[in-house]
């Protein structure tokens, strides 16, 4: 079969018009029976789409987690998540809604005791670090934690939920090489910030649906002016994916009214350890004086 040429769907209307050439044999791929009956199943529905994980929607619609993403390849899509994104675009016509949303969807759970979300929280963020450790490059890891060692400054940017993330970054990494700070558009606005940057230097942006737009804008900027970008974000269909040198992926679906972020923790803990192996004695050295240093300043520190 021909498919050069085909254009893959942006959006549910799109995905709906593609479905229907299917059914009348217009359109340069096919689909299996049961693909064909889940996806109808999921275009009836979309609001479920956009607010389950993929275990919890094969599940109900009786079908392997596997089939969704072969579905969603076979679609000229990225992956399952690339498919929900279709989803959760057309649920909220834009990203303003999206933490209502997840807050209804946590209502509505049949049958959620208190006494259950504990276990149900914990074993979502464990598949989704396993999803995460399971998809991630070991190449791409190592040159990563590499370009943070050697960088002559670093920076690293989050907002929001993401903030505390970038602050925890920036701290433990401060703990083992210098010129490392968060980049913070209340002290001194973000084209002063970036502009202590030159080429070769590194800025860490850290963003997931519903992006922020100042986030994937700054990464653009520092792109185009020759600093280096790493980037930790939810999938392969994240603005930020094409704009960064190294882009790791955490899936992020949880019972929380927001995003997921244990796995964004443990990646990052990972990427330090691994940059503090690298840097070797140099890393125990800035310990140890930073150590020495608590010790002169107890009890005040």
Do not use: W
Request: one cysteine or more.
């Amino acid at each position: 079969m021909n498919t050069s040429g085909f254009t893959p769907p942006h959006d549910l209307s799109s995905l709906r018009q593609l479905l229907a050439d299917i059914d009348s044999k217009q359109a340069p791929i096919r689909l299996g029976g049961q693909s064909r009956r889940v996806l109808n199943a999921m275009l009836t529905n979309p609001e479920q789409v956009a607010l389950t994980s993929i275990t919890e929607l094969a599940e109900r619609h009786g079908v392997n987690a596997s089939t969704l993403t072969r579905l969603a390849h076979r679609l000229g899509l990225s992956g399952f998540n690339g498919l929900q994104q279709l989803f959760r675009f057309e649920l909220t016509g834009s990203p303003l809604h999206f933490y209502s949303d997840q807050a209804r969807h946590l209502a509505r759970e049949p049958g959620l005791a208190a006494s259950d979300l504990p276990a149900r929280v914990g074993q979502q963020e464990c598949s989704n670090i396993s999803a995460m450790i399971d998809k991630l490059d070991p190449e791409s890891f190592k040159r990563a934690a590499d370009l943070i060692a050697r960088a002559r400054q670093v920076r690293i940017y989050g907002l929001r939920q993401f903030y505390a993330l970038s602050y925890f970054l920036g701290y433990a990494l401060g703990m083992v090489r210098p010129n490392v700070a968060t980049l913070e558009a209340g002290r001194q606005g973000i084209a002063d910030a970036l502009s202590t940057l030159q080429p070769g230097d590194l800025l860490i942006v850290a963003s997931c649906f519903p992006y922020t737009a100042s986030v994937i804008r700054t990464a653009e900027i520092a792109q185009q002016h020759g600093i280096e970008v790493i980037a930790l974000t939810d999938t392969q269909d994240s603005p930020l994916h094409n704009i960064a040198s190294y882009s790791f992926c955490v899936p992020n679906r949880s019972l929380f009214y927001s995003n997921a972020m244990a796995g964004f923790f443990v990646l990052g803990e990972a990427l330090l350890s691994e940059v503090a192996a690298r840097l070797g004695d140099t890393a125990i050295e800035a310990l140890r004086r930073r150590e020495e240093l608590i010790s002169e300043l107890s009890p005040l520190s």
